[in-house]
């Protein structure tokens, strides 16, 4: 089974596709992580280009994104499906993964709709926190460290991933909205669309 999660940066994409990944036993496919893992990483141009965008609070261009992503979906583990978290984002990566699970005889099956407000986001992301070692999220208001910004379990200081500053995630929200609501519209007219408020 395909499941897409849809919303704004911070909504909580991440946490809901982990835990329906547990439930159905299928991997959780984060975009983010992977070109955030990419970026770490490789010192190669293509790492280059993708960390201009990120740190512009621009999106990927859809032919990087739509390559790294269905390299990850052609692994061995994604055979019974997956849970994507951040892809696609544009209508063009959505008719790519159409075009790529009908080849192997496969569709998206469901799409849940995150609805939040961008105030929420806001706070939800500038007070994030991420451990650099074992990558464990804080939140500074919500859920957060025991020790004034240390990691509980590796006692290093944490870190703001730097699309978390409140000027790149206001553009990130713009951008989202410009680019990623048209894919409200094509899942609605699939009758595949689950909006949670």
Do not use: W
Request: charged share 30%; hydrophobic share 35%.
């Amino acid at each position: 089974m395909f499941i897409i999660m849809l919303g704004p940066p911070g909504a909580g994409k991440g946490t809901q596709a982990r835990n329906i990944s547990k439930k159905l036993n299928i991997p959780h496919i984060a975009s983010g992580d992977i070109l955030r893992e990419r970026v770490r990483i490789a010192d190669d141009e293509l790492s280059k280009k993708i960390r201009e965008h990120m740190l512009r609070g621009e999106l990927v261009p859809d032919d990087i994104v739509i390559k790294i992503i269905h390299d990850r979906l052609s692994q061995n583990d994604c055979e019974h499906g997956a849970v994507l978290d951040g892809y696609p984002r544009t209508l063009a990566q959505a008719k790519a993964l159409d075009a790529f699970l009908e080849s192997k005889n496969k569709r998206v099956e469901i799409v849940i709709n995150l609805d939040v407000p961008d105030d929420e986001v806001i706070k939800r992301l500038t007070y994030r926190r991420l451990c650099p070692k074992c990558n464990r999220i804080y939140h500074l208001l919500f859920n957060p460290p025991k020790n004034n910004e240390l990691c509980d379990i590796c006692n290093v200081k944490l870190i703001q991933r730097i699309d978390d500053r409140e000027d790149i995630v206001k553009k990130r929200l713009e951008e989202y909205r410009n680019r990623t609501s048209s894919l409200i519209n094509y899942y609605a007219e699939k009758h595949i669309l689950y909006i949670v408020n």
